[in-house]
């Protein structure tokens, strides 16, 4: 299986509040877990990528959670601003930079002011 | 440092006309992978080219072709477009060999297929 599964389609939050993206994946071949943040007209943008021998990165205000286990993980955005309006999407891929990256169908995401 | 750059940024075709999208890796780079996104949906891996060779591919038929040139740039070429072939085409450079997984896109090309 090499689908990636990605929830809620749409997420809107209040300025300040935090956001929550979840994402599954089947593959268990799957080593590396980016999240791309995507802005209307751009290509998507590395966000942040966690590997699976650890359980939680954290990067500015961007947090992944991973659990192996039960083959998840999401993404929480803190103190969230109307400038992290985009489309957010979480992706699996292999061992290596040359492996292709299996999307998430993504989350677009709605802050408040 | 370079970052990933396409052209042309739009293009309008014909179905059954052929199309030709280009892309600079990022420097330093030596891998070059493409992507189809249709609206609204996550990007889809086409294939990727490394050492001027294909890598890879995704499910696309045939007439989806590419080309990756001794300065690592790389060309996506689609025959007999068809409606559905509509989209943002991304490429994605990474660097084969080394110890980071990361793959950087470009802004895209916007095909319009009437």
């Known amino acids: 299986q090499q689908q990636v599964k990605q929830s809620p389609q749409s997420l809107i939050v209040q300025k300040g509040g935090i956001p929550i993206i979840n994402c599954a994946y089947e593959n268990t071949a799957f080593d590396y877990f980016p999240w791309y943040q995507q802005f209307p007209g751009k290509g998507p943008a590395l966000l942040i990528a966690?590997?699976?021998?650890?359980s939680e990165k954290k990067e500015g205000r961007f947090t992944i959670s991973f659990n192996k286990s039960a083959k998840q993980f999401s993404l929480h955005i803190m103190d969230s601003q109307p400038g992290d309006s985009a489309t957010y999407f979480c992706a699996a891929s292999g061992y290596s930079s040359a492996s292709k990256i299996i999307f998430g169908s993504g989350t677009r995401l709605s802050i408040r002011p | 440092e370079t970052g990933v750059t396409q052209s042309p940024t739009h293009l309008i075709k014909t179905r059954g006309q052929q199309v030709t999208l280009r892309c600079s890796s990022q420097?330093?780079?030596?891998?070059v992978s493409w992507y189809q996104q249709a609206l609204g949906q996550g990007p889809q891996f086409i294939f990727q080219y490394y050492r001027e060779e294909e890598n890879g591919r995704g499910n696309f038929p045939p007439r989806f072709s590419g080309l990756q040139f001794p300065n690592y740039s790389s060309e996506l070429n689609v025959n007999a477009l068809e409606l559905d072939d509509s989209a943002l085409y991304l490429c994605?450079?990474?660097?084969?060999?080394?110890?980071?997984?990361?793959?950087?896109f470009g802004p895209g090309t916007r095909l319009t297929v009437t």
């Open positions: 420097s330093g780079h030596n891998t």
């Open positions: 966690i590997r699976p021998d650890v």
């Open positions: 994605a450079s990474s660097l084969l060999g080394s110890t980071s997984y990361e793959q950087y």
